[in-house]
C-alpha cells in the first residue's frame, strides 16, 4: 500500500514569493496534519484537518493556510514568504485524527532565499 | 505551552550495546509515540502507547508509558548500524495536537 505522498520534494523560493505544498494521505485515512522542521528540532504542528474541517491550528501566522479536499488530499500554503520559512515541511495521515497514530510523508524541503 | 524534555541529545556506542532514551512532559498525556527520523526522510512510527505503564515491543525496540503519565523511555537492545539515526518522543494529551521532542541522535560505532 502507498504510504503518505508529498510534493515537490524540494523547492527554492524567494522572500515575497508564495508557495503552495501538497499531501496525499495513506488509503482510507481522514486526516491530515501538516508540521514544520527546521534543522536540529522536532516536527512543529502547524494545521490538522478532518474530513475538509480544520480541527486544529498552532501557533504559525496567517500567512499559512491550508485545505483538505474531498478526496482527503491537503495543501499548505505560505504566503509572504521569509527566510525563516526555510524547513521540511511534512505531512502526517491518520484515520481520524483523535489521538490515534500519525504516519508522516517523506516531507517537501523549502528553501526562501 | 507543552514542552517535551527528550535526553540524551546524542549518543554514540558499540555495536551490540543496548541503548535507553527518555522523554518527560511538564504535564500528563495519554497517548506517547516514538519515531526514527532519518536523513531527508520523515519519520517513521515505531511504537504507539496508550496507557500508563504500558510496555511494548517492536522487535529489539520496547517502549514504556510511565507510570506518571509524564515521561515515556525507549530501549533498543544489540544495536546494529541500521539503528543510526534520530529517535523522536511525541506526545498528547486527549485531542490536543502531537508535540514532538527535539530528539536523540544515535550513532553507532561498528
Known amino acids: 500500500d502507498a504510504g503518505v505522498t508529498q510534493s515537490p520534494t524540494h523547492l527554492i523560493k524567494t522572500r515575497g514569493q508564495h508557495v503552495t505544498l501538497r499531501c496525499s494521505p495513506i488509503?482510507?485515512?481522514?486526516?491530515v496534519s501538516w508540521y514544520q522542521q527546521v534543522l536540529g528540532q522536532g516536527p512543529q504542528f502547524i494545521f490538522q484537518?478532518?474530513?475538509?474541517?480544520?480541527?486544529g491550528r498552532g501557533n504559525f501566522p496567517d500567512r499559512f493556510s491550508a485545505r483538505q479536499f474531498p478526496n482527503y488530499s491537503s495543501e499548505l500554503n505560505v504566503n509572504a514568504l521569509l527566510l525563516g520559512d526555510s524547513a521540511l515541511y511534512l505531512c502526517?495521515?491518520?484515520?481520524?485524527?483523535?489521538?490515534?497514530?500519525?504516519?508522516f510523508g517523506p516531507g517537501t524541503r523549502l528553501t526562501v532565499t | 505551552g507543552q514542552q517535551l524534555n527528550q535526553s540524551p541529545q546524542s549518543m554514540f556506542i558499540q555495536e551490540g550495546e543496548d541503548v535507553s532514551m527518555n522523554c518527560t512532559s511538564s504535564?500528563?498525556?495519554?497517548?506517547w509515540l516514538w519515531y526514527k527520523q532519518d536523513p531527508g526522510e520523515g519519520p517513521v512510527l515505531l511504537i504507539a502507547?496508550?496507557?500508563?505503564?504500558e510496555l511494548t515491543s517492536n522487535g529489539r525496540l520496547t517502549a514504556q508509558f510511565g507510570i506518571t503519565r509524564k515521561d515515556s523511555f525507549l530501549n533498543i537492545s544489540a544495536s546494529i548500524p541500521s539503528d543510526v539515526g534520530i529517535y523522536f518522543c511525541?506526545?498528547?494529551?486527549?485531542?490536543?495536537?502531537?508535540?514532538f521532542g527535539k530528539g536523540t541522535r544515535l550513532s553507532v560505532i561498528a
Open positions: 511525541a506526545g498528547r494529551a486527549g485531542n490536543t495536537p502531537l508535540v
Open positions: 502526517a495521515s491518520s484515520y481520524t485524527g483523535t489521538g490515534d497514530e500519525q504516519y
Open positions: 502507547l496508550y496507557k500508563a505503564g
Open positions: 504535564s500528563i498525556f495519554n497517548t
Open positions: 488509503s482510507g485515512h481522514k486526516s
Open positions: 484537518y478532518y474530513e475538509k474541517e480544520e480541527r
